[in-house]
């Protein structure tokens, strides 16, 4: 269901959090797609009312960014780091595999609407290529028989819990929800570092260099 | 040997180095009191001599950039964090504010008085849900506990913190592209004159400044300025993060003094992956000229990466092997810098999108040896022509890759096609892998 006035109270505490109104658009857009999983035009239209904006000029926004989706994408949205480093170490690799495993094309979703994949570009975690991302969690260290399997799972309702990330993977729309800054309560699960992130330290430790 | 130099990174092997009670037990907030009891210019001054320089790519010195605030001119200041880390390579802030993201609001509140900003922003990328919800936990917890809010720590100072999520834009890491889309716009730069510094955020003087660059704050406000200089080189004071990623052994996160090199880096990570050899690797990110292993031994500080032809940029050394094509490299780094373009100058928008064209024909072998001089003709129209600086960093790996490897690229044409086997760089086996 899009945005409605009965969201009002969640929408007016968004807006509240900036000195000037027009700064809430992106966590609305985030907000109509923990709604919808997409933005649908009622929600642009829906947003805009409440910013006092003509809808055209929320459009502009939602169609500027690649997270806003203009149509439904799958509960677990799995994006293939394909940028130069992943690409090279096999992010290419598991992209076609995924692709043809599910019999997907690019920016496609599974007929039950489970899974859906998209090619993204580098996500910052360049030292855990090659890396998968789910609804924007991470999934480190990927191989083509591991993300397949990922998938798979996915689609049977029980995606293994992220490498960094919460004890359980959030949907699609539990995320958007997240990154329109509602907080879940789910900060203290999962591992505050993994292993490459810790190797510097550990070398340190090892030569005496701290404490 | 350089000795490595953990500061940020001293303690992410504590379980809950993430939580307010692991970063106050170790020392976590005791640098804003002794900041908060500074006059704002004494504490402006301090992270001035310090010599810190961002770290977000640009080297700019923090201290100067909150000293071009106007004070006294009865408008709102604004502190801005860029922690949109999206350049190709980079992957320090968000590991960092994964494993501790109050060391980096414990320096925003610092730098907030400094500046004398009530108000401050994180805009972070909006695809790493898990961090974003460490920040966000972190800056409640600091609400809380009274870091954050009225009357901080019982002085006449106010701030309201609040982190703004992206949606998938690396031009937002611009940082005027940043503010607009700050703003509730499309996220496309503007051009300066005025910079940040005088009209930002909302018009009003505003600081931008990289997640690490201010999370090192703290760190010196307890330490010290001598402290701090004591490490790294002349110009290039201080510890940093440097991220090994790629054809190494053992990838991963490395605080030490600037000026350490790759050679002693990857020594760090356990040498290249067994049986192979370095070819090329970027000092700073995609947008960094790359370098080969002529370059071993630069000093990896801001000048010595300067004078060798390429930028220290973030740190992001991303490391390819003897099994990659260059110009395969080159080609997706370029086709990444085509779908970023905002569209707004004509020469990015344009001309990236025939960088790939004819990129594309000369992996493929379809090309034309003249092409390489076509290619290098259009980076020239390209870099320095746009109000922003992403047409320069797709410039960058195309020259600097003619550049080193001329010879590869003319062997496409010879080849009739890509004389590699994509399945040698991978780390895992693909069916009918020869190796």
Known sequence: MPLTFDDNAVMDSIIQRYPRSRSAIMPLLHLAQAKDGYVTAESIEMIATKLNLESAEVNAVATFYTQYKRKPVGDYHVGVCTNTLCAVMGGDAIFEALKEHLNLDNDEVTSDGKVSIEHIECNAACDYAPVVMVNWEFYDNQTVQSAKELVDAARNGNPPAPTRGPSSLPTWKENSALLAGINDGRAGEGVQAGEATLLGLKIARERGEIK | ?435
């Open chain 2, 1 to 435: 040997m350089t000795k490595l130099t953990p500061v940020l990174s001293a303690f992410w092997d504590q379980k809950d180095s993430f939580t307010i009670y692991g970063y106050k037990r170790n020392g976590g907030y005791k640098a804003l009191e002794k900041a908060l009891s500074m006059a704002p210019d004494d504490v402006i001054k301090t992270v001035k001599d310090s010599g810190l320089r961002g770290r977000g790519g640009a080297g700019f010195p923090t201290g100067m950039k909150w000293g071009f605030i106007p004070q006294g001119d009865n408008k709102e200041h604004y502190f801005v964090v860029n922690a949109d880390e999206s350049e190709p390579g980079t992957c320090k802030d968000m590991p960092l504010l994964l494993a501790n993201p109050h060391v980096l609001i414990e320096g925003i509140i610092i730098g907030s008085y400094a500046i004398r900003a009530n108000y401050a922003f994180i805009y972070i990328r909006g695809e790493v849900a898990h961090v974003i919800r460490r920040v966000q936990q972190a800056i409640d917890d600091a609400y809380k506990a009274g870091y954050l809010g009225k009357n901080i720590l019982g002085k006449d100072f106010d701030l309201e913190l609040v982190l703004h999520v992206g949606a998938g834009a690396y031009i937002c890491g611009e940082e005027t592209a940043l503010l607009d889309s700050l703003e509730g716009f499309r996220g496309q730069p503007r051009l300066r004159p005025p910079f940040p510094a005088i009209a930002g955020l909302y018009a009003r003087p505003t600081v931008v400044n990289n997640v690490e660059s201010v999370a090192s704050v703290p760190s010196i406000i307890n330490n010290g300025v001598e402290w701090f200089a004591s490490m790294g080189t002349e110009k290039s004071k201080g510890y940093t993060l440097y991220s090994l990623s790629g054809h190494v052994k053992n990838p991963g996160q490395f605080e030490a003094p600037l000026g350490i090199t790759l050679r002693e880096l990857i020594d760090l990570a356990g040498g290249m992956r067994s049986g192979h050899t370095l070819k090329f690797w970027t000092p700073g990110g995609s947008s960094t000229p790359l370098f080969t292993d002529a370059h071993l031994d630069t000093p990896l500080d801001y000048e010595g990466v300067a004078a060798a032809g390429s930028m220290l940029g973030t740190k992001a050394l991303q490391i390819f092997d003897e099994t990659v094509c260059v110009v395969r490299a080159v080609l997706r780094w370029t086709e990444f810098y085509k779908h970023e373009s905002c569209g707004k100058c004509t020469p990015c928008r344009e001309g990236t999108w025939w960088l790939v064209q004819i990129l594309q024909d000369l992996e493929s072998g379809k090309g034309e040896a003249k092409d390489l001089d076509k290619l290098l003709d259009l980076c020239d129209n390209i870099a320095g022509r746009s109000f922003c600086a992403l047409a320069d960093g797709a410039a960058s790996p195309i020259i600097s890759s003619i550049k080193y490897f001329r010879e590869e690229y003319l062997d496409h044409l010879r080849n009739g096609g890509c004389p590699f086997d994509p399945a040698r760089s991978t780390l895992f086996e693909l069916a009918g892998d020869a190796r």
